[in-house]
């Protein structure tokens, strides 16, 4: 494939796809507000104040007005890097805005713990527990020795096959690298080339940590990391913090007259090390959270005008293309080359400038993501901005894929229009 | 009061109680199953190999016939005492037991980290998106030294106020004891009594770590631990899992014709350190849980049959009998005395031993109350049933009150029968 069209993956190996129930959601959730501080190192702020700006920021994203007493229900995604406060962290940057009273619940899966904390505030609304949830993220990674930020990375990895033995995360995807060129003939280029789409977004992105453009010789001749991935191949570390509301629909309207519905949730884990898994090629756990989102959302990957992926390492982007159904297995190297997946292509991935480019502060990321798709879908991501957009999809992987998932976020306006 | 009897507290101080919204829950959710590991010192089992015998006895006590396949999502809490695997330890423990493809979410506040777990459990059935959730929850703590075990316990209190200036949890517990002592006079003698019962009960349970009988003296005459607390006002450090099974009202009837409703559910959060709250004879995140739970079972504390509460220290349990409305402020100490709370009094408390004899393998521990409250309403406590109840509390404090849950469990056989 490499005219730049996106097709679904129609069959997924049975052994990944656990079949879901049918879907029998009674409550509709929104997203009406988002935000985030700007990622980067920050060694002037806390992981409180770094919250406290990315709550004040969602807070002033509302269209309407909102009150923040009227947040009913509080999760808060963070893997606690550097140990400074492991439990209960969630509590302690709720209290930090006000909010102590508020139930609040820390969740965690790695990298991808806001993504879950997005997740939960969803299944709070739909309840009918909570008509207005905050679901947030925080990370500091940058105020620690570089064998530190080793050990708190390796947590999330397998820890007696995998970090004890001495893999750290780079090496995970690198094995995952080789065995996709192995398998179907990517390329070191193809690599770099997710580098160099990202940067160009992230430098149109005034929140970025790597807010700069890079060329394919830069990318290509960086120094090694762990073969075959290079420096451009891999994400910083970074501090920073990222929230999102989500309100049900009985409520949706005091916020705003341009809903942004979440039409479709959907997760999936897997063996936390690498080394038990069937495949290298690909995440099952992503696949299996995409085909549950897709199905809840009723529609094709096709359908989608944007979508923020997990590129935690570049060749986790060129797996995302095949795990989401942006592509064909195996094809992620020619779409990634096609162009259809930079800002003006068919699928632009990561206008935010993507984990690799906008930066990684872990327990962020995933909340950090549902920012940019709510920019994307209110007409605010500036220069990034994709043209009127329906639907955009977010992904975040937790460790190698021990835990992955996907939103689908819709503009009611654009589909009613449509 | 001293008369046994129990009394709903009326009035909660506004400045505590933040008063919920209408609860529009539109799925009711029923526990099916529950079971646990022994809890204890288990140098030959792994957090693993514990989760897996407390999944197996819950998978064992549903009525019917249940397959683990039909388990649709997972929450799994845990403060990942000892760090070994501190990242993606929900995946961790479900792939162990055969779910891995299932989306599994680690959920953590503290002590209080699988009560949550069960709540999110409640939510996923609850909103839809899940028929059948496992709530579980696993600390392995007795296989490091005292000065380990404090770090651990520590990272959940307050970092730079509490925990770096050297305060351990029994110090902020001895706070609270303290100033009960001084406001309302409540004696040694009667935190004493907390555990004389709860060791009395905990005889009767097989799974207790410390399950013997103590007397009086023995409990008041024990090495001071933290003034005014001595060893026997402690919990010990635990091994041990516990797992639950929540289903919605759709599909209960497959796996019991003697349902267990989830009828109340509450949380609240607060500030982390203590030296920020109001009140040191109160836990304000109890109250809000508790009301809450109360408002949406539409029960009084009048209406239940028996409460496993945390009792980390014996003031916990003192505090939770005033946070929880089963006496007035102050009259805690009256009623422990009046013998209401053990075993065939008018509400029996900790029928389970509690996390005094019980034990407290931290993140099992809110699950573990779920156990108990499942095997009393089954009919399955042995020695320690209470006679036909028909409504149980679980009440789960994460630190020193910076978070809350309370779940009520109602047998609707005894509730049409009644």
Sequence with gaps: ??????QRVRTVDEIYFIPGRPFSCMRDAYLVGAGQSAYGAFPEESYRSLFRTAFDAAVDSVPDEFDADEIDEAFIGTLGVGGRQLGLSGPAVTEHVGLDGVPCTRVENACAASGFAVRQAVQAVKSG??????????????????????????????????????????????????AHMNEYGTTREQLSRVAVKNHANGAKNPHAQLGF??????AQSAPVVADPLNLYHCCPTSDGAACALIVSEDVVDDYTDDPIRVAGVGAGSDSV???????????PASRRAAETAYEMADI??????????????????????EDLGFCEPGEAGDLIESGATELGGDLPVNTSGGLKSKGHPIGATGAGQVVEAFKQLSGKAGERQVETPTRGLTHNVGGSGGAAVVHVFERQQEVSAR
Tied chains: 1, 2.
């Design 213 to 218: 453009e890079c060329s394919l010789e830069d």
């Design 129 to 178: 527990m909570a008509d207005v949830a905050l679901a947030g993220g925080f990370e500091v990674m940058t105020d620690m020795s570089s064998d530190a930020t080793k050990y708190w990375l390796g947590v999330s990895g397998e820890t007696e096959w995998e970090r004890l033995s001495g893999t750290t995360f780079s090496g995970v995807y690198a094995q995952m690298a080789s």
């Design 273 to 283: 090390g690498l080394f038990q898994r069937d495949t290298y090629t690909g995440v």
């Design 1 to 6: 494939m490499s005219n730049g069209s996106i």
């Design 300 to 321: 094709d990957p096709a359908d989608l005008d944007f979508a923020e992926v997990h590129d935690c390492f570049a060749i986790a982007e060129l797996l995302a293309y």
